[in-house]
């Protein structure tokens, strides 16, 4: 099935069963409903309870087979001994997708993976979607299709917009889509994929790349279950211009065991996926709120408004700030050029006394009268010896009469260079940064936030322009099983390795006294013996390890008094030594 197919019944459906349906609207089971109607769904919903005969003023049906229409959607919230059998209902009664929010499969243990292996058999079969298990479901805000159970959805939607989400943790999914709503950031879908026995990261991803209301994709995942499938995913996102800034979480030891705990997923190398996302031009990121700061300037900046380079222009109103911010940009990878003469001069005109270079230190003054600001604003701005400008107001927006001449000429600002890049650093009030961001303007509300996103964006740009590379995903082929002895000793996964185009010094495994001189003699001394034994694993501590033997006659005792040690058998299959040239220094042989 090609990536992200089949998932508009999931994000889009027309009509919804919620098998499991309580009339408790604080329960799982009863929430779904709750939010479906409080947040205006258009379509059709189906309580199934056979217990009642109506839930939240719904009619209610016994079972899936009863429901007069095959839903294009369900919504499974019973225990998780219950949902194959649900589940495999849905796929008789035709259900194009399924949402399974119970949680005790694969995460559990071997008893959870048999009921998680039935749901994804119907699916296989019956080429049904399946969400999760585990997992708390999808939303799309346009839609008004709500099939979560989460509390953040409880008060309000977020406005529609540009940003989707997509997040192997549901909680951390949801808490992305709160602080996005509560930033002012449109929203367009939303999907948390759980233990992925069906649909995974990578389909959310693809269907968001092809999705015309989403423009920047957020995506949190704790790991890899298919790297082709993934950087497909990703590939796909960068050819359609659609960039995705990826939290990738679980990069301690305690993080990842944590993560096999949460949906029985493996973690992975964490430089791995560093190269993945370089590869296909993902930009990572190390925090929540790093990923809410770019995915909002991102939405707000794209197509054609994102910074093309690392060269920053900083205008502040205080020498301190200016110090601060321009540490904050070094350390976000930012460069400070020296701004231009002309610029230079246009400052001093109206501060003779500001520092005009880079950072900008242009005093309190410059906001005295708004003709001040607007000429220095406009030099630093129009400056095209840098990408973008930053520019921090930490305290005078809440001030009234300093705040009307900074919103009147940011407004003036905007109109006159609408393709130029400023950014502001503002905590508050509130309704002074929604002013802003409705001007155009990406708002962070720290220093070190400000420049890091910043710093993200003319990665983005980058990433989004650079020449295409052949599609990675297409030349990854599944590997043949490794040999058995690669995994029983030193030797045998040295071959391996080998094998796969890893360069290893020469070795030879021999199994008595002459052979180990006659392989030293082709190698050449100094060489080093080692014993090659499932029974000895700590070599070292057992005395099977010599190192920098000079001659045959050398070879020849160290292996024989060796054997005579180590207590080795050489009528074994398993057992031997091998020799190898030694490098004295060396950090691997």
């Not at 921090?392 to 006159?416: G, H, N």
């Not at 290893?504 to 021999?510: D, R, Y």
């Not at 006659?518 to 013996?529: D, W, Y």
């Amino acid at each position: 099935m090609r990536l992200g197919e089949g998932l508009d019944a999931l994000l889009r459906p027309r009509s919804i069963a919620i098998i499991g349906a309580s009339q408790d609207p604080t329960k799982i089971g009863g929430r779904p409903l709750h939010l479906l109607r409080r947040h205006g769904y258009a379509g059709v919903i189906y309580p199934i309870n056979p217990k009642a005969a109506e839930v939240q003023g719904l009619k209610a049906y016994p079972s899936m087979m009863d429901v007069p229409d095959v839903p294009e959607l369900a919504l499974i919230a019973v225990e998780a001994e219950k949902a194959p059998d649900a589940v495999e209902q849905c796929a008789k009664r035709g259900v194009r997708s399924v949402v399974v929010f119970s949680s005790g499969f694969a995460e559990l243990g071997e008893a959870g993976v048999a009921l998680q292996d039935r749901l994804r058999a119907a699916a296989q079969r019956t080429g049904m979607r399946v969400l999760g298990p585990n997992c708390l479901g999808a939303v799309s805000i346009a839609d008004r299709s709500i099939a979560t159970f989460s509390i953040v959805l409880e008060e309000s939607l977020p406005a529609a917009g540009t940003l989707g989400i997509v997040s192997q943790s549901g909680n951390l999914g949801s808490f992305t889509m709160r602080l996005a709503s509560e930033r002012g950031v449109g929203v367009s879908r939303f999907m948390t994929t759980g233990n992925e026995c069906d649909i995974d990261i990578a389909d959310g991803i693809a269907y968001l790349a092809r999705d015309p209301a989403t423009q920047v994709i957020l995506c949190c995942l704790e790991t890899c279950r298919d790297a082709g499938r993934l950087i497909a995913s990703l590939e796909l996102a960068r050819d359609a211009g659609k960039p995705v800034i990826a939290l990738k979480i679980g990069t301690s030891a305690a993080g990842q065991a944590a993560a096999a705990s949460h949906t029985g997923a493996l973690a992975g190398s964490d430089a791995v996926f560093d190269a993945v996302f370089a590869r296909t031009g993902a930009v990572r990121v190390r925090s929540i709120e790093e990923l809410i700061n770019l995915g909002d300037a991102a939405s707000m900046l794209l197509p054609d408004r994102l910074p093309r380079g690392q060269r920053v222009a900083l205008l502040t109103a205080s020498g301190g700030f200016g110090i601060l911010l321009a540490d904050a940009a070094h350390a976000a990878g930012l460069s400070m050029p020296e701004l231009s003469a002309v610029t230079q001069r246009a400052v001093l005109d109206v501060v003779p006394f500001a520092s005009a270079k880079n950072p900008v230190d242009a005093t309190a003054q410059m906001s005295s009268r708004p003709e001040m600001l607007q000429k220095i604003l406009s030099a630093v701005v129009a400056d095209e010896g840098c990408d973008a400008v930053l520019m921090p107001l930490p305290l005078s927006l809440y001030v009234p009469r300093l705040r009307s001449i900074y919103i009147e000429t940011l407004r003036s600002i905007r109109e006159r260079y609408p393709d130029r890049v400023l950014m502001l650093c503002v905590r508050g009030p509130q309704d002074a940064v929604a002013e802003l961001r409705a001007m155009g303007y990406p708002v962070v509300d720290s220093f070190d936030g400000c420049c890091a996103t910043l710093a993200a964006l003319a990665k983005l740009y980058v990433a989004l322009n650079a020449p295409r590379a052949a599609p990675l995903a297409s030349t990854l082929e599944r590997p043949a099983p490794l040999p058995a002895d690669a995994l029983r000793h030193e030797f045998g996964a040295k071959r391996a390795l080998a094998a796969a185009g890893i360069p290893v010094l020469p070795e030879h495994l021999v199994r008595d006294a002459d052979a180990a001189v006659r392989a030293a003699a082709e190698i050449g001394f100094p060489v080093v013996l080692k014993i090659a034994s499932p029974d000895l694993p700590h070599k070292t501590e057992a005395g099977g390890v010599m190192l920098g033997l000079q001659s045959q006659h050398s070879v020849a005792a160290m292996t024989t008094s060796s054997s005579r040690r180590s207590a080795i058998d050489p009528t074994r299959a398993s057992t031997a030594c091998w020799c190898r040239r030694w490098r004295r220094g060396a950090t691997s042989w």
